[in-house]
């Protein structure tokens, strides 16, 4: 039997709209998927990320992630307690952590992201890191827009990234520069 490190848990959260899978090592949430993609995604995730590891179902193991998230697509959260696990290079670990400071509602620009980790001149590399951040919603990538305000990649795809900003803008205004589609 596997040790606790090499198994990743794993639910399938279903709530009104939303079917996305979540996984999470002893440590945290370690990834969040994008809207309506099958399970084989997740697993190309897990085998690149975490080599020789167990993908194992745990609904009981994955609630507390998985009423965050709820809650939060209820609009009845605006920021996340939930333990996470996310790794990697040491830049991406800087925007992700920028990420995380975004306030609910608000956007704010690969240069904002830029300046704020101080690395004003590494806009794409910025971009790069946030392409790569494995927790969609949780680290909200989804608040990063174009310079001009106009949105921009997202990994669950544009459609997604404009029903959670219009999610928060219920809530909280959204900067002015921001534009939707």
Same mark, same amino acid.
């Given at each position: ?14 709530? %009104? ?26 697993? %190309? ?7 020789? /590891?167990?993908?194992?179902?745990? %609904? ?5 992630? /998985? ?115």
């Amino acid at each position: 039997m596997k040790s606790d490190n090499t198994i990743i848990y794993w639910t399938r959260l279903t709530h %009104d709209n939303w079917n996305v899978y979540l996984a999470a090592t002893k440590e945290g949430l370690c990834y969040v998927g994008s809207q309506d993609k099958p399970l084989e995604e997740l697993a %190309d995730w897990v085998n690149a990320r975490f080599p020789g /590891s167990e993908l194992v179902r745990d %609904d009981a193991k994955m609630q507390v992630y /998985s009423e965050e998230l709820a809650e939060y697509f209820q609009g009845n959260r605006d920021r996340f307690e939930m333990p996470m696990d996310y790794k990697g290079t040491a830049f991406q670990s800087a925007v992700w952590n920028a990420l995380c400071h975004i306030p609910y509602g608000e956007t704010y620009t690969y240069t904002d992201i830029a300046n704020q980790i101080g690395k004003p001149a590494a806009v794409r590399a910025v971009g790069a890191a946030i392409g790569a951040n494995p927790l969609l919603i949780t680290v909200p990538c989804h608040r990063v827009i174009g310079k001009s305000g106009a949105l921009t990649g997202y990994r669950g795809g544009l459609e997604m990234k404009t029903w959670l900003l219009q999610l928060e803008r219920g809530r909280v205004p959204v900067k002015e520069t921001a534009e939707y589609v």
